[in-house]
Protein backbone atom coordinates (compact mmCIF):
# COMPACT_ATOMS: atom_id res chain seq x y z
CA UNK A 1 0.00 0.00 0.00
CA UNK A 2 3.06 2.30 0.91
CA UNK A 3 4.42 1.98 -2.61
CA UNK A 4 1.58 2.40 -4.54
CA UNK A 5 0.77 5.39 -2.26
CA UNK A 6 4.00 6.75 -3.53
CA UNK A 7 3.65 6.30 -7.33
CA UNK A 8 0.05 7.53 -6.80
CA UNK A 9 0.70 10.74 -5.54
CA UNK A 10 4.38 11.69 -6.40
CA UNK A 11 4.26 14.13 -8.88
CA UNK A 12 5.28 17.94 -9.99
CA UNK A 13 4.57 20.13 -6.57
CA UNK A 14 5.06 23.23 -4.77
CA UNK A 15 6.97 23.78 -1.57
CA UNK A 16 4.63 26.59 -0.73
CA UNK A 17 7.08 29.21 1.02
CA UNK A 18 4.25 31.16 -0.67
CA UNK A 19 0.73 31.12 -2.68
CA UNK A 20 0.57 32.49 -4.66
CA UNK A 21 4.12 30.21 -5.88
CA UNK A 22 5.87 32.37 -7.87
CA UNK A 23 5.23 31.17 -11.32
CA UNK A 24 1.89 31.79 -10.59
CA UNK A 25 2.79 35.69 -10.16
CA UNK A 26 0.02 38.36 -11.88
CA UNK A 27 3.75 40.41 -13.05
CA UNK A 28 1.42 42.81 -15.00
CA UNK A 29 -0.50 43.75 -12.46
CA UNK A 30 2.06 44.69 -9.97
CA UNK A 31 4.40 47.98 -9.80
CA UNK A 32 7.46 49.01 -7.75
CA UNK A 33 4.89 51.80 -6.42
CA UNK A 34 2.48 49.54 -4.98
CA UNK A 35 4.91 47.08 -3.67
CA UNK A 36 5.99 50.53 -1.45
CA UNK A 37 2.24 51.43 -0.88
CA UNK A 38 1.73 47.60 0.66
CA UNK A 39 5.37 47.74 2.53
CA UNK A 40 4.36 51.03 4.42
CA UNK A 41 0.66 50.07 5.19
CA UNK A 42 2.12 46.64 6.79
CA UNK A 43 4.92 47.92 8.52
CA UNK A 44 2.70 51.00 9.96
CA UNK A 45 0.18 47.64 11.30
CA UNK A 46 2.72 45.53 12.42
CA UNK A 47 5.94 47.22 13.33
CA UNK A 48 5.10 48.02 17.04
CA UNK A 49 3.28 44.77 18.06
CA UNK A 50 5.83 42.14 16.07
CA UNK A 51 8.63 43.86 14.19
CA UNK A 52 9.64 42.61 11.10
CA UNK A 53 11.96 40.29 9.47
CA UNK A 54 14.71 40.66 7.55
CA UNK A 55 16.34 38.12 5.37
CA UNK A 56 19.92 39.12 3.45
CA UNK A 57 20.95 36.96 0.70
CA UNK A 58 24.71 36.56 0.68
CA UNK A 59 25.01 35.25 -3.16
CA UNK A 60 29.10 34.02 -3.37
CA UNK A 61 31.02 30.42 -2.99
CA UNK A 62 34.19 29.69 -4.02
CA UNK A 63 32.81 26.44 -5.60
CA UNK A 64 29.70 25.09 -7.51
CA UNK A 65 27.65 22.50 -5.33
CA UNK A 66 25.76 20.38 -7.83
CA UNK A 67 22.91 19.91 -5.56
CA UNK A 68 21.85 23.52 -5.48
CA UNK A 69 19.38 25.08 -7.09
CA UNK A 70 20.21 29.20 -5.50
CA UNK A 71 21.40 31.88 -6.89
CA UNK A 72 24.53 32.36 -6.18
CA UNK A 73 27.97 33.79 -7.78
CA UNK A 74 30.68 31.32 -7.91
CA UNK A 75 34.32 33.09 -7.65
CA UNK A 76 37.46 33.13 -4.79
CA UNK A 77 37.79 37.35 -5.31
CA UNK A 78 37.05 38.32 -1.91
CA UNK A 79 37.10 41.96 -3.06
CA UNK A 80 33.96 41.01 -3.88
CA UNK A 81 32.71 41.68 -0.36
CA UNK A 82 32.77 45.37 0.24
CA UNK A 83 31.19 46.38 -2.75
CA UNK A 84 28.14 44.29 -2.46
CA UNK A 85 27.83 45.33 1.70
CA UNK A 86 27.99 48.85 0.61
CA UNK A 87 24.94 47.97 -1.90
CA UNK A 88 22.91 46.25 0.39
CA UNK A 89 23.00 48.86 3.51
CA UNK A 90 22.10 51.14 0.43
CA UNK A 91 19.04 49.26 -0.27
CA UNK A 92 18.09 49.07 3.23
CA UNK A 93 18.73 53.01 3.82
CA UNK A 94 15.70 53.37 1.45
CA UNK A 95 13.40 51.23 3.10
CA UNK A 96 13.83 52.91 6.59
CA UNK A 97 13.24 56.13 4.62
CA UNK A 98 9.87 55.12 3.83
CA UNK A 99 9.21 54.32 7.17
CA UNK A 100 7.65 56.70 9.97
CA UNK A 101 9.59 55.38 12.43
CA UNK A 102 12.76 52.92 12.93
CA UNK A 103 12.19 49.33 12.18
CA UNK A 104 11.85 46.80 14.74
CA UNK A 105 13.81 43.69 13.89
CA UNK A 106 12.00 40.40 14.78
CA UNK A 107 14.25 38.23 12.82
CA UNK A 108 17.18 38.30 10.49
CA UNK A 109 19.17 35.60 8.81
CA UNK A 110 21.71 35.22 6.43
CA UNK A 111 21.25 33.26 3.81
CA UNK A 112 23.09 32.57 0.47
CA UNK A 113 25.11 31.47 -1.28
CA UNK A 114 27.80 31.02 1.25
CA UNK A 115 27.09 33.51 4.12
CA UNK A 116 30.73 32.70 5.67
CA UNK A 117 32.40 33.49 2.22
CA UNK A 118 31.98 36.89 4.30
CA UNK A 119 34.64 37.87 6.26
CA UNK A 120 34.06 38.04 10.22
CA UNK A 121 34.93 42.30 9.98
CA UNK A 122 32.38 42.75 7.25
CA UNK A 123 30.15 40.63 8.19
CA UNK A 124 30.06 42.86 11.28
CA UNK A 125 30.52 45.78 9.31
CA UNK A 126 26.92 44.69 7.56
CA UNK A 127 25.32 44.09 10.80
CA UNK A 128 26.33 46.95 11.84
CA UNK A 129 25.04 48.79 9.38
CA UNK A 130 21.90 47.40 9.54
CA UNK A 131 20.88 48.10 13.52
CA UNK A 132 22.14 52.08 12.53
CA UNK A 133 19.18 52.19 11.36
CA UNK A 134 16.77 49.75 13.62
CA UNK A 135 16.05 48.56 16.99
CA UNK A 136 16.10 44.91 18.44
CA UNK A 137 12.51 43.80 19.05
CA UNK A 138 11.79 41.54 22.45
CA UNK A 139 12.61 37.87 21.64
CA UNK A 140 14.35 38.95 18.52
CA UNK A 141 16.13 35.72 16.57
CA UNK A 142 19.52 36.26 14.39
CA UNK A 143 20.38 33.48 12.17
CA UNK A 144 22.90 32.09 9.47
CA UNK A 145 23.93 29.67 7.22
CA UNK A 146 27.28 28.10 8.14
CA UNK A 147 29.50 26.44 5.67
CA UNK A 148 31.69 23.93 7.58
CA UNK A 149 34.46 24.13 5.42
CA UNK A 150 35.07 27.71 5.66
CA UNK A 151 33.03 28.82 8.73
CA UNK A 152 35.70 29.68 11.47
CA UNK A 153 35.46 30.30 15.18
CA UNK A 154 36.12 34.05 14.47
CA UNK A 155 32.80 33.77 12.30
CA UNK A 156 30.96 32.19 15.70
CA UNK A 157 32.43 34.76 17.84
CA UNK A 158 31.54 37.72 15.68
CA UNK A 159 27.88 37.11 15.00
CA UNK A 160 27.29 35.53 18.28
CA UNK A 161 28.52 39.39 19.45
CA UNK A 162 25.83 40.60 17.27
CA UNK A 163 23.60 39.22 18.85
CA UNK A 164 23.16 36.04 16.83
CA UNK A 165 21.82 32.76 18.83
CA UNK A 166 21.12 30.30 16.05
CA UNK A 167 23.08 28.94 13.33
CA UNK A 168 22.64 26.18 10.35
CA UNK A 169 24.98 24.52 9.06
CA UNK A 170 25.37 22.47 5.99
CA UNK A 171 26.12 18.72 6.07
CA UNK A 172 23.94 17.08 2.75
CA UNK A 173 25.39 13.99 3.52
CA UNK A 174 28.75 12.20 4.63
CA UNK A 175 29.87 9.56 2.00
CA UNK A 176 32.26 10.22 -0.46
CA UNK A 177 30.67 9.13 -3.19
CA UNK A 178 28.15 11.24 -2.73
CA UNK A 179 29.52 14.25 -1.71
CA UNK A 180 31.87 14.02 -4.94
CA UNK A 181 28.60 13.50 -7.24
CA UNK A 182 27.48 17.03 -5.64
CA UNK A 183 31.01 18.87 -5.57
CA UNK A 184 30.65 19.26 -1.71
CA UNK A 185 33.65 17.44 0.04
CA UNK A 186 33.06 17.77 3.59
CA UNK A 187 34.46 16.03 5.95
CA UNK A 188 32.49 14.70 9.36
CA UNK A 189 35.67 16.36 11.21
CA UNK A 190 34.66 19.90 10.26
CA UNK A 191 31.03 20.05 10.78
CA UNK A 192 32.15 18.28 14.32
CA UNK A 193 34.66 21.00 14.88
CA UNK A 194 31.78 23.66 14.54
CA UNK A 195 28.91 22.41 16.11
CA UNK A 196 31.53 22.07 18.83
CA UNK A 197 32.59 25.69 18.67
CA UNK A 198 29.34 26.86 18.34
CA UNK A 199 27.85 24.80 21.49
CA UNK A 200 31.30 26.17 23.65
CA UNK A 201 30.56 29.99 22.64
CA UNK A 202 26.83 29.43 23.88
CA UNK A 203 24.20 29.69 20.62
CA UNK A 204 21.04 28.33 21.67
CA UNK A 205 20.06 26.43 18.40
CA UNK A 206 22.50 24.67 16.04
CA UNK A 207 20.61 23.14 13.31
CA UNK A 208 22.30 20.51 10.43
CA UNK A 209 20.84 20.82 7.16
CA UNK A 210 20.33 16.69 5.69
CA UNK A 211 19.44 16.10 1.91
CA UNK A 212 17.67 12.71 1.01
CA UNK A 213 17.50 11.62 -2.53
CA UNK A 214 20.89 12.46 -3.90
CA UNK A 215 22.42 10.62 -6.80
CA UNK A 216 24.38 7.64 -5.39
CA UNK A 217 22.36 7.79 -1.90
CA UNK A 218 21.77 4.27 -0.49
CA UNK A 219 19.69 3.25 2.78
CA UNK A 220 23.12 2.43 4.20
CA UNK A 221 24.62 6.05 3.31
CA UNK A 222 21.69 7.40 4.61
CA UNK A 223 21.28 5.38 8.05
CA UNK A 224 25.20 6.26 7.84
CA UNK A 225 24.68 10.12 7.92
CA UNK A 226 21.59 9.98 10.33
CA UNK A 227 24.02 8.32 12.67
CA UNK A 228 26.82 10.74 12.50
CA UNK A 229 24.32 13.32 13.17
CA UNK A 230 22.74 11.93 16.06
CA UNK A 231 26.14 11.74 17.78
CA UNK A 232 26.81 15.52 17.19
CA UNK A 233 23.11 16.23 18.69
CA UNK A 234 21.98 19.60 17.39
CA UNK A 235 19.18 21.46 18.20
CA UNK A 236 17.19 20.79 15.15
CA UNK A 237 17.30 19.69 11.72
CA UNK A 238 16.20 20.00 8.26
CA UNK A 239 15.75 16.25 5.80
CA UNK A 240 15.27 18.15 2.53
CA UNK A 241 14.07 16.35 -0.06
CA UNK A 242 16.75 16.87 -3.32
CA UNK A 243 14.51 18.89 -5.56
CA UNK A 244 15.84 18.20 -8.81
CA UNK A 245 15.40 21.23 -11.33
CA UNK A 246 17.68 21.11 -14.23
CA UNK A 247 16.17 22.64 -16.29
CA UNK A 248 16.10 25.79 -13.88
CA UNK A 249 18.88 27.97 -16.76
CA UNK A 250 22.36 28.12 -14.06
CA UNK A 251 21.56 26.20 -11.50
CA UNK A 252 24.48 23.88 -12.13
CA UNK A 253 22.22 20.38 -11.61
CA UNK A 254 24.28 18.69 -14.51
CA UNK A 255 26.74 17.03 -12.88
CA UNK A 256 25.15 13.70 -12.88
CA UNK A 257 22.76 11.80 -14.62
CA UNK A 258 19.29 11.38 -13.38
CA UNK A 259 19.43 7.82 -13.17
CA UNK A 260 21.88 7.71 -10.49
CA UNK A 261 19.07 9.48 -8.53
CA UNK A 262 16.77 7.35 -5.93
CA UNK A 263 13.01 7.38 -6.85
CA UNK A 264 9.87 6.98 -5.83
CA UNK A 265 9.99 4.11 -3.12
CA UNK A 266 13.55 3.96 -2.74
CA UNK A 267 13.68 7.65 -1.70
CA UNK A 268 10.84 7.29 0.27
CA UNK A 269 12.21 4.65 2.35
CA UNK A 270 15.21 7.01 2.92
CA UNK A 271 13.48 9.38 4.50
CA UNK A 272 11.08 7.26 6.88
CA UNK A 273 14.18 5.40 8.02
CA UNK A 274 15.77 8.42 9.01
CA UNK A 275 12.74 9.92 10.80
CA UNK A 276 12.88 6.26 12.73
CA UNK A 277 16.60 7.18 13.67
CA UNK A 278 15.81 10.53 14.64
CA UNK A 279 12.84 10.25 17.05
CA UNK A 280 14.60 7.19 18.46
CA UNK A 281 17.15 10.35 19.88
CA UNK A 282 14.23 12.68 20.85
CA UNK A 283 13.24 14.73 17.63
CA UNK A 284 10.20 15.32 16.42
CA UNK A 285 8.71 16.01 13.56
CA UNK A 286 7.74 19.77 12.80
CA UNK A 287 6.48 20.69 9.38
CA UNK A 288 7.69 19.29 6.43
CA UNK A 289 11.04 18.50 6.28
CA UNK A 290 12.11 19.26 9.74
CA UNK A 291 12.68 17.96 13.19
CA UNK A 292 13.90 19.05 16.59
CA UNK A 293 14.59 18.39 20.20
CA UNK A 294 11.90 19.28 23.07
CA UNK A 295 14.23 22.70 24.10
CA UNK A 296 14.24 24.32 20.95
CA UNK A 297 11.92 27.08 19.69
CA UNK A 298 10.75 25.67 16.78
CA UNK A 299 8.92 22.49 18.72
CA UNK A 300 7.73 24.96 21.34
CA UNK A 301 6.38 27.24 18.40
CA UNK A 302 4.60 23.87 16.54
CA UNK A 303 3.13 23.01 19.47
CA UNK A 304 1.21 26.44 20.26
CA UNK A 305 0.27 27.20 16.79
CA UNK A 306 2.88 29.61 16.48
CA UNK A 307 4.48 28.19 13.61
CA UNK A 308 5.02 30.11 10.67
CA UNK A 309 6.45 29.38 7.37
CA UNK A 310 7.46 31.94 4.57
CA UNK A 311 10.37 32.51 1.89
CA UNK A 312 13.17 31.80 4.32
CA UNK A 313 11.44 28.39 5.68
CA UNK A 314 9.55 27.59 9.06
CA UNK A 315 10.17 30.08 11.60
CA UNK A 316 9.37 30.08 15.13
CA UNK A 317 7.45 33.24 14.93
CA UNK A 318 5.35 35.22 13.00
CA UNK A 319 6.16 38.94 11.58
CA UNK A 320 3.67 40.08 8.82
CA UNK A 321 6.46 41.92 6.85
CA UNK A 322 9.23 40.02 5.94
CA UNK A 323 12.36 42.46 3.95
CA UNK A 324 14.49 40.53 1.05
CA UNK A 325 17.76 42.39 1.04
CA UNK A 326 20.27 41.98 -1.64
CA UNK A 327 20.25 40.09 -5.54
CA UNK A 328 17.43 37.78 -6.32
CA UNK A 329 15.50 37.88 -2.00
CA UNK A 330 11.99 37.93 -2.34
CA UNK A 331 9.68 40.04 0.28
CA UNK A 332 6.29 39.99 1.50
CA UNK A 333 3.93 42.54 2.86
CA UNK A 334 1.17 39.87 3.24
CA UNK A 335 -0.44 42.14 0.50
CA UNK A 336 2.19 41.44 -1.95
CA UNK A 337 5.30 39.84 -2.64
CA UNK A 338 8.39 41.04 -4.62
CA UNK A 339 11.22 40.25 -6.01
CA UNK A 340 14.77 41.95 -6.49
CA UNK A 341 17.02 41.69 -9.50
CA UNK A 342 18.23 38.03 -9.79
CA UNK A 343 21.36 39.26 -12.09
CA UNK A 344 24.30 40.94 -9.71
CA UNK A 345 25.33 43.81 -12.40
CA UNK A 346 21.31 44.62 -12.53
CA UNK A 347 20.99 44.64 -8.66
CA UNK A 348 24.28 47.20 -8.66
CA UNK A 349 22.80 49.30 -11.19
CA UNK A 350 19.28 49.66 -10.09
CA UNK A 351 21.11 50.42 -6.28
CA UNK A 352 23.29 52.76 -7.92
CA UNK A 353 20.16 55.00 -9.87
CA UNK A 354 18.85 55.07 -6.00
CA UNK A 355 16.11 52.81 -6.97
CA UNK A 356 14.32 50.01 -4.95
CA UNK A 357 16.27 46.89 -7.04
CA UNK A 358 12.75 44.92 -7.41
CA UNK A 359 12.03 43.61 -11.25
CA UNK A 360 8.66 41.58 -10.52
CA UNK A 361 6.13 40.94 -7.38
CA UNK A 362 2.38 40.16 -7.43
CA UNK A 363 -0.50 42.04 -5.56
CA UNK A 364 -2.70 39.76 -3.10
CA UNK A 365 -6.30 39.54 -4.16
CA UNK A 366 -8.96 38.71 -1.42
CA UNK A 367 -9.40 35.14 -3.22
CA UNK A 368 -5.32 34.88 -2.65
CA UNK A 369 -5.37 36.06 0.69
CA UNK A 370 -7.80 33.68 1.77
CA UNK A 371 -6.15 30.40 0.24
CA UNK A 372 -2.70 31.36 1.31
CA UNK A 373 -4.30 31.08 4.96
CA UNK A 374 -5.44 27.69 4.54
CA UNK A 375 -2.04 26.64 2.86
CA UNK A 376 0.10 27.87 5.10
CA UNK A 377 -2.31 26.75 8.60
CA UNK A 378 -1.44 23.04 6.26
CA UNK A 379 1.90 23.98 6.10
CA UNK A 380 2.49 24.42 9.60
CA UNK A 381 -0.54 23.05 11.83
CA UNK A 382 -2.14 19.98 9.92
CA UNK A 383 -4.31 21.13 9.86
CA UNK A 384 -7.08 23.82 8.41
CA UNK A 385 -10.66 25.13 9.37
CA UNK A 386 -13.57 27.06 7.92
CA UNK A 387 -17.24 28.44 9.16
CA UNK A 388 -20.17 27.61 6.07
CA UNK A 389 -20.54 30.09 4.24
CA UNK A 390 -18.15 32.57 6.45
CA UNK A 391 -14.90 32.41 7.34
CA UNK A 392 -12.39 30.44 5.58
CA UNK A 393 -15.13 29.62 3.05
CA UNK A 394 -14.90 30.32 -0.64
CA UNK A 395 -16.65 29.64 -3.56
CA UNK A 396 -14.73 26.47 -5.22
CA UNK A 397 -14.84 25.43 -1.48
CA UNK A 398 -17.39 21.89 -2.58
CA UNK A 399 -15.01 21.35 -5.89
CA UNK A 400 -11.95 21.51 -3.36
CA UNK A 401 -12.96 18.88 -0.73
CA UNK A 402 -14.33 16.94 -3.82
CA UNK A 403 -11.16 16.23 -4.82
CA UNK A 404 -9.62 15.70 -1.45
CA UNK A 405 -12.11 12.54 -1.10
CA UNK A 406 -9.99 10.34 -2.70
CA UNK A 407 -7.17 11.31 -0.32
CA UNK A 408 -9.35 10.79 2.26
CA UNK A 409 -10.30 7.37 1.57
CA UNK A 410 -6.19 6.55 1.34
CA UNK A 411 -6.10 7.73 4.74
CA UNK A 412 -4.22 10.64 4.27
CA UNK A 413 -6.51 13.26 5.94
CA UNK A 414 -9.69 13.28 7.75
CA UNK A 415 -12.43 15.82 7.39
CA UNK A 416 -13.99 16.92 10.88
CA UNK A 417 -17.44 19.38 10.71
CA UNK A 418 -16.11 21.97 9.19
CA UNK A 419 -12.06 20.91 9.04
CA UNK A 420 -9.40 18.77 7.42
CA UNK A 421 -6.72 17.36 8.97
CA UNK A 422 -3.50 15.33 7.65
CA UNK A 423 -2.74 12.20 9.16
CA UNK A 424 0.41 10.98 10.14
CA UNK A 425 -0.01 8.81 6.94
CA UNK A 426 -0.42 11.99 5.12
CA UNK A 427 2.42 14.03 6.44
CA UNK A 428 4.75 13.13 3.72
CA UNK A 429 1.94 14.12 1.34
CA UNK A 430 0.77 17.69 2.65
CA UNK A 431 2.03 19.36 -0.42
CA UNK A 432 -0.32 17.16 -2.30
CA UNK A 433 -3.42 18.35 -0.08
CA UNK A 434 -2.21 22.16 -0.34
CA UNK A 435 -2.23 21.85 -3.89
CA UNK A 436 -6.18 20.79 -3.89
CA UNK A 437 -6.83 24.45 -2.54
CA UNK A 438 -3.95 25.77 -5.00
CA UNK A 439 -6.79 27.24 -7.21
CA UNK A 440 -4.36 29.17 -9.56
CA UNK A 441 -2.68 25.79 -10.51
CA UNK A 442 -6.00 23.89 -10.36
CA UNK A 443 -7.16 26.52 -13.02
CA UNK A 444 -4.42 26.55 -14.98
CA UNK A 445 -1.68 23.63 -15.20
CA UNK A 446 1.59 24.61 -16.15
CA UNK A 447 3.02 23.74 -19.86
CA UNK A 448 5.99 23.08 -19.00
CA UNK A 449 8.19 20.84 -15.80
CA UNK A 450 8.24 24.02 -13.03
CA UNK A 451 8.03 22.27 -9.73
CA UNK A 452 10.07 19.41 -8.23
CA UNK A 453 8.31 16.30 -7.55
CA UNK A 454 6.72 15.99 -4.26
CA UNK A 455 8.14 12.88 -3.00
Keep these: MKNSLVQKYNVPGPRYTSYP ?70 EWE ?51 EGHPNNTTRAHLQTLFNLGFRRVSFGVQDYNNTVQKAIHRIQPFHNVAKVTFWAREIGYTSISHDLVFGLPFQTLDSCVDTIEKTKSLNPDRLAYYSYAHVPWIKGNGQRGFDESNLPKDEEKRKLYEVGKELLSEKGFHEIGMDHFALETDSMYKAFNTGNLHRNFMGYNASKTQLMIGLGVSSISDSWYSFAQNEKNLEDYYARIAQGELPVFRGHLLNEEDLLIRTHILSLMCRFKTEWEPFGKGYFEEMPEVLESLAEMEQDGLITFGKNSITVTEKGKPYVRNVCMAFDLRLRRKAPDTRLFSMVV
Design 94 to 144: MYCNMFCSRPKIKELHLGGGTPTFFSPENLKILIDGIMAHADYMPGYEFSF
Design 21 to 90: TVPYWDEAGFTTTQWKETCIRAFNESNESEGISLYIHLPFCESMCTFCGCNKRITKRHDVEDPYIVAVLK
